[in-house]
């Protein structure tokens, strides 16, 4: 059974602090790694795609980056501000084209 | 251009009834995809449709639930005899293409329907 883990569950943060957070997915048959980004009382938003070991995103203050031979994935928030509160979830596609979803890390952060 | 809609949004419905769930994907994707959040918990893949055919139906209960994309017109999740443990929140996304195809499709997500089961 293919599974997908995120860490932590959830995570508190100071505003202005900077944080990170973990996607940990099967090391072996990778085709695709996305993260999405889950307002409360809204639906989920791509942030992201990623596809080579060592890819590298970066969309303003959040960047991600991939690492296929271990098989986890890392979510970077610079400076974070209230309006980056949200569950932020990753998907794993395997070669078989399958799309497994983590379960998230919600991320509150505290004025 | 108008993204994923769903309706409706909120659904309130006794044990036993039926509840038809519609989902409009973007305008030029063909392939749809329904999720359920239960109460507490991440989302679950229910199943993959493309016009007219279910492609990956591996997270759908095999009682009481069917899902159809015709031809023409939304797509629908169809829960017959609703019981409490059905009341979710469920999501439908679009894609323009099939993962199977390029890996990298991401998936675009209407605003949700929310099930209550009194």
């Given amino acids: 059974i293919l599974n997908v883990e995120q860490s932590p569950q ?64 890392y979510l970077y928030i610079k400076g974070s501000q209230p309006e980056d509160s949200a569950t932020y979830l990753c998907a794993f596609t395997d070669s078989n084209y399958q799309l497994i979803w983590g379960a998230g890390t919600k991320l509150i952060i505290k004025p | 251009n108008a993204g994923v809609m769903q309706n409706p949004r909120h659904l309130v419905r006794r044990r036993g009834q039926e509840a038809r769930l519609r989902c409009s994907p973007m305008k030029g994707h063909s392939h749809v995809y329904w999720y359920r959040q239960l109460p507490e918990e991440g989302l679950k893949f229910m199943v993959y449709l493309q016009k007219e055919n279910i492609i990956d139906e591996s997270g759908m209960p095999k009682e009481r639930f069917s899902a159809e994309f015709p ?42 329907t929310r099930l209550t089961v009194l």
């Fill in chain 1, 10 to 73: 959830s995570l508190h943060v100071q505003e202005g602090d900077s944080t990170n957070f973990t996607c940990s997915f099967p090391s072996s048959n990778f085709y695709a790694l996305h993260w999405y980004r889950w307002e409360t009382a809204k639906s989920p938003e791509a942030l992201f795609v990623m596809t080579l070991n060592g890819d590298e995103k970066k969309k303003g203050r959040i960047s991600a980056t991939l690492n296929t031979k271990e098989g986890y994935s």
């Fill in chain 2, 71 to 112: 031809k023409e017109g939304p797509s629908i999740l169809r829960i017959q005899q609703v019981v409490r443990g059905d009341s979710a929140a469920y999501f439908c996304a679009s894609s323009p293409g099939r993962l199977q195809v390029t890996s990298t499709d991401t998936q675009y997500f209407g605003p949700g």
